[in-house]
Nanobody, 129 residues
Framework: QVQLVESGGGLVQPGGSLRLSCATSGITLDRYTIGWFRRAPGKEREGVSCISSNDGSTYYADSVKGRFTISRDNAKNTVYLEMNSLKPEDTAVYYC??????????????????????WGQGTQVTVSS
């Protein structure tokens, strides 16, 4: 069965860095797209980043572009989200999700919660001094 487990969250000061991990099982990673989402209290889940199953293309929300980097290690069946220059507004529960195939190169489908079939339970990231 498909399973996703996030880890790496914690408390970090503004300007600091964290690397989140999404350990997957039950899938062939290079055939599945992985998305990272986050949810702040009282807000809806929003797309942060995505790595495509097609050619490894990456996508980022404007709010994190240039600060976050998504990558994958197929041998370890794990996807990472490197977060640098963290800001208090990055505070949220971060989730990874997966779906078979790749997103179309239009319409920002990768940011749609409904497009994904499987979700992890999330890991808390708190950015505060």
């Amino acid at each position: 069965q498909v399973q996703l487990v996030e880890s790496g969250g914690g408390l970090v000061q503004p300007g600091g860095s964290l690397r989140l991990s999404c350990a997957t099982s039950g899938i062939t990673l290079d055939r599945y797209t992985i998305g990272w989402f986050r949810r702040a209290p009282g807000k809806e889940r929003e797309g942060v980043s995505c790595i495509s199953s097609n050619d490894g293309s990456t996508y980022y929300a404007d709010s994190v572009k240039g600060r976050f980097t998504i990558s994958r290690d197929n041998a370890k069946n794990t996807v990472y989200l490197e977060m640098n220059s963290l800001k208090p507004e990055d505070t949220a529960v971060y989730y990874c999700a997966t779906v078979h195939g790749s997103p179309p190169p239009y319409g920002s489908v990768w940011r749609e919660v409904s497009w994904y079939d499987y979700w992890g339970q999330g890991t808390q990231v708190t950015v505060s001094s």
